[in-house]
């Protein structure tokens, strides 16, 4: 069965950074997209960045687009998300979850548990 | 970006009841289309894809149905366990992806 578990989450000031990360097993990890979703709250869902299989294409939502950076290690199957320059509205539980085929664009399914990431002075 | 807008944003309902939420594109997204299911402190849970495929393992009282820009989530008889808060997503377009706001399903 698919197990994706995040990792890295925590309490930052503003403006600092964290790197979150997310360990992938029992699949090809390496055959996949893979996105960052994140949830702040008591709100909804925000789809935050995906990246290709091969870690050639990477799109970021508006919000964190120049702050945030997606990337994946395919030998140790393994996705990261690098949090720069972070904001209060950057608090949420971060989720990883896997898409159903290599370029990301398919249905997003599992995800992960998720990792808490509070940004407070 | 393509807006998803879902409706109601909270119901309720009692077990047994017939249940349909709303999601409306901005724009047509053909049927790439999928609905999750997430309750208090969990992960989503996907129920239905490409707008009304059936996701292995969930049981067939939900049903997915429309395309373009109108679709329905439909719960046929609600059971205890179905009161969450359930999100649609689309899938269509290659640079970005946007969830509905949710729809909290009470007991009533």
């Known amino acids: 069965q698919v197990q994706l578990v995040e990792s890295g989450g925590g309490v930052v000031q503003p403006g600092g950074s964290l790197r979150l990360s997310c360990v992938a097993s029992?699949?090809?990890?390496?055959?996949?997209?893979m996105h960052w979703v994140r949830q702040a709250p008591g709100r909804g869902l925000e789809w935050v960045a995906v990246?290709?299989?091969?870690?050639?294409?990477?799109y970021y939502a508006d919000s964190v687009k120049g702050r945030f950076t997606i990337s994946r290690d395919n030998s140790m199957d393994t996705l990261d998300l690098q949090m720069n320059s972070l904001r209060p509205e950057d608090t949420a539980m971060y989720y990883c979850?896997?898409?159903?085929?290599?370029?990301?664009?398919?249905?997003?399914?599992?995800w992960g548990q998720g990792t808490l990431v509070i940004v407070s002075s | 970006d393509i807006q998803l807008t879902q409706s109601p944003s909270t119901l309720s309902a009692s077990v047994g009841d017939r249940v349909t939420i709303t999601c409306r594109a901005s724009q047509s997204i053909s049927s790439w289309l999928a609905w999750y299911q997430q309750k208090p402190g969990k992960a989503p849970n996907l129920l239905i894809y490409?707008?009304?495929s059936l996701q292995s393992g969930v049981p067939s009282r939900f049903s997915g149905s429309g395309s373009g820009t109108e679709f329905t989530l439909t719960i046929s008889s609600l059971q205890p366990d179905d009161f969450a808060t359930y999100f649609c997503?689309?899938?269509?377009?290659?640079?970005?992806?946007?969830f509905g706001q949710g729809t909290k399903v009470e007991i009533k």
């Open positions: 997503r689309q899938y269509n377009s290659d640079s970005s992806w946007t």
């Open positions: 029992e699949f090809t990890f390496r055959h996949y997209g």
């Open positions: 490409k707008a009304s």
């Open positions: 979850a896997k898409t159903w085929d290599s370029s990301g664009f398919s249905v997003a399914d599992p």
């Open positions: 990246i290709s299989d091969d870690g050639s294409h990477k």
